[in-house]
C-alpha cells in the first residue's frame, strides 16, 4: 500500500486501490496513483507566478489619485498585486486628440484575474468606467465623444479586492 504524508510521495502506486471499512465500518478511503512513466508526479510544488517583486513595483506608488505615475503615449507592462491593489496612470489630451486606452490580460475567466477600468479627470471626476469578462477592456474617446484638452487619470482594478494579474497598458493618442 502507498502512503502520502505531509505533501511527500512515500512510495509510487502502481495501482487503483479503494479501501472500504479499513478503520470502521462507514470509512471509505480511495488512494489514488501518483506516478506515470517517469516517476512520482510532485502534487504539491509551488505554483508558477508571474508576479514578480520587480514586476509589482514597476510604477509604484500609484495606488491612488494623488499618486498616478505620468505616461505618454505607448505600451507598458505591469501588474495588479498585492490582492486589492489599484494603479494610477496620469497622462494629457490635447485639443482634438483621439484617445485609445486598451488593457490586455489574462483573466482565467476567474473573478481573481479580472481586471477593469475607470477614468477619471485630474479633479477626480468620474468620466467613464470599462468592465467586462473578457480579457481585455478598451475605451476609445473620438469624434463626437472626444474628451477635451486636460491631464486625465487612469485606475486599473480588479473584479473583486482579491484580483491580481499582470497585464499590458496601451496608450493611444492620435
Given at each position: 500500500m502507498e502512503m502520502r504524508t505531509a505533501g511527500t510521495i512515500v512510495k509510487p502506486l502502481l495501482n487503483l486501490t479503494l479501501l472500504m471499512g479499513l478503520f470502521s465500518a462507514s470509512a471509505c478511503s480511495l488512494i489514488l496513483p501518483f506516478d506515470d512513466e517517469n516517476g512520482p508526479i510532485v502534487l504539491d510544488a509551488a505554483p508558477d507566478s508571474s508576479l514578480?517583486?520587480?514586476?509589482?513595483?514597476?510604477?509604484?506608488?500609484?495606488?491612488?489619485?494623488?499618486?498616478?505615475?505620468?505616461?505618454?503615449?505607448?505600451?507598458?507592462?505591469?501588474?495588479?498585486?498585492?490582492?486589492?491593489?489599484?494603479?494610477?496612470?496620469a497622462f494629457d489630451v490635447a485639443e482634438n486628440q483621439d484617445l485609445t486606452i486598451q488593457v490586455t490580460f489574462e483573466n482565467g475567466n476567474t473573478p481573481a484575474g479580472d481586471l477593469d477600468l475607470i477614468l477619471f479627470s485630474q479633479s477626480g471626476q468620474e468620466i467613464a468606467q470599462q468592465r467586462s469578462t473578457e480579457d481585455e477592456e478598451k475605451m476609445v474617446f473620438s469624434d463626437e465623444n472626444a474628451l477635451p484638452p486636460e491631464t486625465y487619470i487612469l485606475e486599473i482594478h480588479g473584479f473583486n479586492e482579491q484580483s491580481t494579474n499582470t497585464y499590458t497598458l496601451t496608450l493611444t493618442l492620435q
Open positions: 514578480t517583486e520587480q514586476i509589482c513595483s514597476k510604477y509604484e506608488d500609484n495606488d491612488s489619485l494623488n499618486e498616478a505615475h505620468p505616461i505618454e503615449a505607448g505600451s507598458f507592462t505591469a501588474a495588479l498585486c498585492p490582492a486589492g491593489d489599484r494603479d494610477h496612470y
